[in-house]
Nanobody, 124 residues
Framework: QVQLVESGGGSVQAGGSLRLSCVASIYINTMCMGWFRQAPGKEREDVARLYIGDVITNYADSVKGRFTISQDNAKSTVYLQMTSLKPEDTAMYYC??????????????????WGQGTQVTVSS
């Protein structure tokens, strides 16, 4: 069982930045870790993901060039640096994990482990 603890959400004005952190209780090379988000009345949406073993990262088109996912193996932590935030980025952000081979899926059902979520609110 992988436990994920997120932190770093908050409220910012458009154009601002936030960094989310996710600490994993189990952190191994054969893991996908990433972030999904869900806005009120909308489905969960893939944001970014990486494979711990090869550090290959992938992003949703809506955040490319603005968000960066990274890892710190010594701290068993994955980060999501968010810059140039827009009101449409407002959502609950969830850290996710899956123990699997390379190639991280974009669908929520592929991730059995979820954090509790951290709220990001961007005002115009």
């Amino acid at each position: 069982q992988v436990q994920l603890v997120e932190s770093g959400g908050g409220s910012v004005q458009a154009g601002g930045s936030l960094r989310l952190s996710c600490v994993a209780s189990i952190y191994i090379n054969t893991m996908c870790m990433g972030w999904f988000r869900q806005a009120p009345g909308k489905e969960r949406e893939d944001v970014a993901r990486l494979y711990i073993g090869d550090v290959i990262t992938n992003y949703a088109d809506s955040v490319k060039g603005r968000f960066t996912i990274s890892q710190d193996n010594a701290k068993s932590t994955v980060y999501l640096q968010m810059t140039s935030l827009k009101p449409e980025d407002t959502a609950m952000y969830y850290c996710v994990a899956s123990i699997r081979g390379p190639g991280c899926p974009t669908v929520p059902a592929a991730y059995p482990y979820w954090g509790q979520g951290t709220q990001v609110t961007v005002s115009s």
